[in-house]
């Protein structure tokens, strides 16, 4: 099983955010399972939490509503140890959450091209914030977040494995 660097305070965790469609959890699985760590999808814990589809509790509740849970939610998450924690696409909004991720291990951020993102999301259909803002206006709101990681990685033409081999490889050097 192969060690990556620690943040200064042990937690050893390595949080993956992206815009949707970037292969987080996919990623994140696959970087989990190789590194012997546990996974943890932010978005499902949050489904599990309120019995209820994300799309379901933002379409009934709101997405504010929603953000507060998220943020509940990624606050119990910070506090695991040796975890590969998958966030939402939209988590790092928040200040607090950039600094609670950043202060609870690294932040690796998925790139991909604009059109491979609106490829793969033309293939779903439960994501309400797409319908209610757009790509654009999303991706520009979620991107100073985004611009905290510590490593960033394009995910375009690789499969998960070819991207959880560079990120292995690149984190030991942070």
């Known amino acids: 099983m192969k060690e990556v660097n620690s943040p200064k305070n042990?937690?050893?965790?390595?949080?993956?955010?992206?815009?949707?469609?970037?292969?987080?959890?996919?990623?994140?699985?696959a970087l989990a399972k190789k590194l012997g760590k546990k996974f943890i999808d932010l978005d499902l814990a949050i489904e599990d939490f309120m019995e209820k589809r994300i799309s379901e509790?933002?379409?009934?509740?709101?997405?504010?509503?929603?953000r507060k849970i998220e943020n509940q939610q990624l606050a119990v998450m910070c506090?695991?140890?040796?975890?590969?924690?998958?966030?939402?696409?939209g988590s790092l909004i928040s200040e607090n959450n950039q600094y609670q991720v950043k202060k609870s291990g690294h932040l690796i951020f998925l790139?991909?091209?604009?059109?491979?993102?609106?490829?793969?999301?033309?293939?779903?259909?439960?994501?309400?914030?797409?319908?209610?803002?757009?790509?654009y206006e999303l991706f520009e709101e979620r991107r100073r977040g985004y611009m905290r990681a510590?490593?960033?990685?394009?995910?375009?033409?690789?499969?998960?494995?070819?991207?959880?081999?560079?990120v292995i490889q690149e984190i030991d050097s942070l």
């Open 79 to 89: 506090k695991e140890r040796d975890a590969v924690i998958s966030l939402g696409g």
């Open 57 to 66: 509790v933002i379409e009934e509740f709101g997405i504010e509503y929603f």
């Open 150 to 166: 510590d490593l960033s990685i394009r995910t375009d033409d690789f499969a998960p494995e070819k991207i959880v081999d560079v």
């Open 111 to 135: 790139m991909a091209e604009e059109k491979t993102l609106i490829n793969r999301l033309e293939k779903s259909h439960v994501r309400p914030l797409l319908k209610t803002k757009g790509f």
């Open 10 to 29: 042990g937690n050893n965790n390595i949080f993956i955010t992206g815009f949707m469609g970037s292969g987080k959890t996919t990623v994140g699985r």
